[in-house]
């Protein structure tokens, strides 16, 4: 039985490729299910990023060991970025391949995107929502047999985002989302010999789901500590040989070619470790193969020379002749693209009218028809603002195209006709996750050329430099074009983008709404969360730093 994905890189659409490759390597037997951990800690407090975790009965006797296939699993994907094994130095998100099958996170999630349990049995808030204090699993271990205890979680979390003698993590890290909790960390603090302390310069609601988390947007795992936080020889030396806490051990790995792994038999997410779920892989091995060719990867489907890889659905009757199906993920991806470095006077995107005069002329419609048409691609939410996001309203589904309108609001801002505009760059690459991303691009660049007159290039780059240039502000004045993964939190987003003064890849000045953001983040009544996000992504949608398109 093949399988193949398309458009598929959520953190937790990632979890369900997991479940799977279970279904998968059992001759479609039977997956892991979701179902909530057993937990003997109190839950942790409802903090609005998610269902307050709840403890589920504790299992009454030891169920009997999984049926492990023997067999080997090959699932091919189009890229995996640098092939570091840090999250702070990926610098992009198509590390997610790897590093989801490498990584033990403190909170586990399901498909509801509940917070459940995981490395951490519960987590607590400080009364001024400050304050996160993990309390560590006894039990759990490192794919070298290794105990995992609290230093090791505090370890990660100050060689991610904290400040020793060399240093703040701010300035040497390339990943923006740890470059942003960098800034607004206070300390980091070994509370008990099982509990770890995270404090914030300000109250973030949304941390525990979109940095600790498996449904976070970047994988922050839990790794081994070393003697120093930041040290680059020992750094080098890690990525020689990574070792995580995740279900799948990487037992070799071939630059630009294979990542094999094998099953992680003490992986923490088991019965005896007081879970009443056994979350290990159901197969012994997997190879991970880079193959950026997509026609390579639905030959060796239709080869039986994988069972699962990324394509588009114009391949959709060769897969089938061979033998395999499309699996279609909602909401694994959408279009982002943001209008960089706008708050400098020179550029002219600085003027809120060019912003949205760029939405306008752009017929969404027509890049939904590029993606597939309805079935994989649709025109709704509002940049990383997706249906099942906290923060949607249908009042934020992107704007129709209207030209005329477009052609005005261009002309009002000094602009007719294109005339004194300069050259406008879209910087965009080929996705790992679903294809035509640099395509939409260059139909985007046709609508402003043809309707508004402008004279428009497509860079088509490498993910992991165009994401640090982004980030030291090298790409102000120009378009930012990628896909991006789907989430139910976007708190590290908004705080990303919006709510970091300084941050290279801020898309504004405006103190007013870097204070709408902390704010917003602030808040953690579920029911007020959603209507302060959706009031701050309505700021966003009329602000025009992003423009709307559409999600697959």
């Known amino acids: 039985m093949r399988v193949l994905r398309f458009g598929l890189k959520s953190p937790q659409i990632l979890g369900l490729v997991i479940a ?17 951990p057993a937990s003997t800690a109190k839950p942790a407090p409802n903090t609005g990023a998610g269902p307050t975790p709840a403890a589920a009965p504790q299992a009454t006797s ?43 996170f403190p909170i586990a999630t399901n498909e509801k995107t509940e917070l459940l349990p995981g490395i951490a ?47 703040s993590a701010a300035e040497r890290v390339t990943q923006i989302s740890a470059q942003t909790l960098a800034r607004n960390a206070e300390k980091f603090e070994l509370s008990a010999h099982n509990q770890v ?7 973030d609601a949304g941390f525990a789901a979109t940095y600790v988390s ?34 799948g051990k990487l037992v070799r790995h071939i630059q630009a070619n294979l990542m094999a792994f094998e099953r992680f038999d003490d992986y923490y997410y088991q019965p005896k470790n007081g879970l009443p779920e056994d979350r290990r892989l159901k197969f012994k091995s997997l190879d991970l193969r880079l193959v950026p060719e997509e026609a390579t990867r639905v030959a060796a489907i239709r080869a039986g020379e994988a069972d699962i890889a990324p ?89 129709p195209q209207d030209v005329a309108k477009a052609r005005k609001l261009l002309a009002d801002a000094g602009y007719p006709g294109g005339k004194g505009f300069g050259k406008l760059i879209i910087n965009t690459w080929a996705s790992t996750a679903i294809t035509f991303v640099p395509e939409s691009a260059q139909l985007a660049a046709d609508f402003w050329r043809r309707e508004l007159g402008l004279d428009v290039e497509v860079k088509v780059g490498d993910e992991a430099a165009l994401q640090r240039a982004r980030a030291s502000g090298d790409l102000n004045g ?59 992504s309505m700021r966003g949608r009329e602000e025009s730093y992003e423009l709307g398109i559409g999600y697959g």
């Open 214 to 247: 498996e449904a976070a947007n970047s994988a922050y795992g839990v790794v081994p500590r070393r003697p120093k936080v930041h040290d680059t020889a020992q750094e080098e030396a890690y990525d020689k040989n990574p070792i995580g806490a995740g279900p």
């Open 121 to 167: 049995t519960k987590w607590e808030i400080s009364k001024d929502g400050k304050t996160w204090t993990f309390t560590i699993r006894e039990g759990a271990k490192f794919h070298d047999g290794s105990a995992l205890t609290a230093e090791d979680v505090w370890w990660s979390w100050m060689h991610y985002w904290g400040k020793d003698e060399s240093g």
């Open 478 to 536: 120009q378009v930012f074009w990628q896909d991006s993964s789907a989430a139910f939190d976007r708190s590290s987003n908004y705080a990303n983008s919006y709510g970091t003064p300084g941050q290279g890849n801020r898309l504004h000045e405006s103190q007013e709404l870097f204070d709408l953001v902390t704010r917003t983040l602030a808040v953690t009544d579920p029911a007020e969360r959603v209507k302060a996000f959706i009031a701050l």
């Open 20 to 36: 799977l490759l279970l279904l998968l390597a059992v001759a479609c037997g039977a997956a892991a299910t979701a179902t909530p």
């Open 311 to 399: 394509v588009s659905l114009a391949t959709r009757k060769q897969v089938g002749a061979g033998g395999g199906r499309l699996v279609f993920g909602p909401e694994g991806a959408y279009i982002r693209v943001q209008l960089m470095g706008c708050y400098v006077p020179q550029y002219p995107c600085s003027k809120k009218e060019v912003r949205q005069a760029l939405d306008l002329a752009i017929d969404k419609t027509a890049v939904q028809a590029l993606f597939g048409g309805p079935e994989v691609f649709q025109v709704k939410g509002w940049t990383f603002i997706t249906p099942s996001t906290i923060g949607y309203s249908p009042d934020l589904d992107p704007w």
């Open 62 to 104: 030891v169920p009997p060991a999984p049926t492990v296939n023997p067999s080997k699993l090959t699932w091919m994907v189009g890229g995996w970025g640098n092939e570091r094994f840090t999250n702070n130095y990926r610098g992009g998100s198509s590390g997610n391949n790897y590093d989801r099958l490498m990584s033990g």
């Open 197 to 203: 302390s995270f404090t914030r310069k300000f109250p």
